[in-house]
């Protein structure tokens, strides 16, 4: 099993540009997550997706960050316009049917807003 | 003015002694819990789990030991190794919201000396 995919390892942009940041989940699982992870709040939950749905949106940060789950095997995370407090490491992570599962995580992409 | 980041605590040990992380959980309904380790550059990787209906859990070289009454979670590594440097988070679970959300606390960073 490959894992939890994610594209791209590294972005470098400028500020007022649009992010898309891409994952493909483990196969068969049917939970995703978007997490941000930086040196100030640690890592935070964006967004979580049940059978591609969006069941907790409440992490998002604000109107700029959207996300889809078109189908069982592919999400993205938009920025736009995204902006120099944006830049972090943004982990993709999926799980099994059920409430108390484990999260596998992907490598991360490494954003970079100037 | 500067910013000031998360500061990580850290556990700096000798290999072949034997470490252990504690971490304080903050949802008292919270009912299944994680340890991740974290290498640089990585994302998240599973360690051990553990449910609430359980106050001790083993793994290879690994343990979990849960203290619901004061909310606190450690883990236990067996002959530490330099392997083992990384940053290791708790994860809990608040179950309470009816559905996976997974918080994680903000990390101990583990130094392994040959």
């Known amino acids: 099993d490959a894992g939890v995919i994610q594209s791209p390892r590294h972005e470098v942009t400028e500020m007022g540009q649009e992010v898309t940041l891409r994952c493909k989940p483990i196969?068969?699982?049917?939970?995703l997550f978007w997490y941000r992870q930086t040196m100030m709040r640690g890592l935070e939950l964006l967004i979580y997706?049940?059978?591609?749905?969006?069941?907790?949106d409440s992490g998002m940060p604000e109107d700029r960050f959207s996300a889809k789950m078109p189908n069982a095997s592919f999400s993205t995370l938009k920025i736009q316009p995204s902006e120099p407090r944006d830049s972090a490491v943004y982990f993709c992570a999926s799980s099994s049917e059920g409430v108390n599962e484990k999260l596998f995580f992907g490598s991360g992409t490494q954003l970079s807003v100037l | 003015g500067e910013s000031v980041g998360l500061h990580l605590p850290t556990l700096s040990v000798q290999e072949g002694d034997n470490s252990i992380i504690n971490c304080a959980y903050s949802?008292?309904?919270?009912?299944?819990f994680i340890w991740y380790k974290q290498e640089s550059g990585k994302g998240p990787q599973f360690i051990i789990d553990i449910r609430s209906n359980m106050d001790k859990r083993q793994g290879q070289r690994v343990t979990v030991l849960l203290n619901k009454t004061v909310k606190h979670l450690s883990l236990q590594i067996a002959a530490t190794q330099p392997g083992d440097s990384a940053v290791y988070f708790c994860a809990e679970n608040w179950a309470n919201t009816g559905f996976q959300k997974l918080v994680f606390g903000t990390g101990t960073r583990l130094l392994v000396s040959p």
């Open positions: 997706f049940n059978n591609n749905v969006p069941i907790d």
């Open positions: 949802n008292s309904a919270s009912d299944y």
């Open positions: 196969s068969g699982h049917n939970s």
